[in-house]
């Protein structure tokens, strides 16, 4: 630990992309906030969060002390962490005409279109974001572990 301070930055460092990664997995709305939530763009903290977790899961792999995170098992689940992070990108163009179409409809009797997005919603977070929440945890817990 570093000398007179209360949390260890290293240690911090290695939970960052589990904190950040935190955030994304949690996007499950009811109907009436899923409405709200769209018109209200999110994607600035959401791009923000996701860029935490590829920098601070880059970091680690480049900056950690010779090959501690190679001796530990940890570098796989970094990179897999990184890769995750940028494949919820990949869902974007599957879900955006489903939000305009959800936008757009001010009467809102959209729920076809609703139910879609929710249905590509729900695979983009099964698919990339809990699995890189889960490479996050793996990851500093095997780096962190005598």
Known sequence: MAA????????????APVISSTYIGRQRQDAALVRRHLLQSRAPRVVGLLLTTILTSAAN???APGQLLHERG?????????????????YFPLILPYIK???GDAKEKNVNELRN??????????????????CCIVAAVKTVSP
Request: overall charge positive.
């Open 4 to 15: 007179g301070l209360l949390i260890d930055p290293i240690t911090l460092l290695r939970f």
């Open 74 to 90: 940890s570098f796989i689940w970094y990179s897999s962490a990184i890769t995750f992070a940028l494949g919820h990108h990949v």
């Open 101 to 103: 179409a959800v936008k």
């Open 61 to 63: 792999t480049r900056y």
């Open 117 to 134: 997005w929710f249905y590509v919603h729900n695979w983009r977070t099964l698919a990339v974001d809990l699995a890189g929440w889960v």
